[in-house]
Structure formats: C-alpha cells, structure tokens
C-alpha cells in the first residue's frame, strides 16, 4: 500500500514538474539511478546538459506539497461555510 501512495505522489510530482515549468524542467525516471552520478546526496533537483532535472524524491515532495495544499484549501473552504 505504502508504494502504490508514492508511486501516486511520483506521478502527481512528474506531472507538477512538466505544467508548472513549461517542459523546460524535466523529471528523473522512476527506475533510472541518473541523481546517484549527477546530484549531491539528497538533493531534490540538479543541473544536467544546461538544464534542471527534478530527482524522484523531488517529485515525491512536490506531490506531497500539492496534496497538502489541497486538503488545507479544502479545510478552509469548509470552514468558512
């Protein structure tokens, strides 16, 4: 159960990537070890060939970020009713 919410959290992550840079960012595959050569330890993106490259565990805070920020508008929303 635990890898089918990050598998979502990726997705919704790999999908915030694409809309909110225009395509200009790209995200690391799910299976590719890519930020094991290229990154720092950790890190949440990097630069590649001149452009930005979202880890997987980047992804995995963006989706989480997203999801937060809709049950905190959801919440709100209820409230003010």
Not at 6 to 24: N, P, R
Not at 47 to 60: M, P, S
């Amino acid at each position: 159960m635990e890898a089918l919410v990050e598998i979502f959290l990726v997705l919704t992550g790999k999908m915030l990537v694409f809309l909110l840079s225009f395509g200009a960012w790209r995200s690391e595959s799910m299976m590719g070890n890519e930020s094991n050569v290229h990154a720092a330890a950790g890190a949440l993106s990097f630069v590649r060939d001149g452009r930005r490259v979202v880890t997987v565990t980047g992804q995995q805070v963006a989706g989480m970020a997203f999801y937060g920020l809709l049950i905190a508008g959801f919440l709100l929303a209820v409230s003010l009713l």
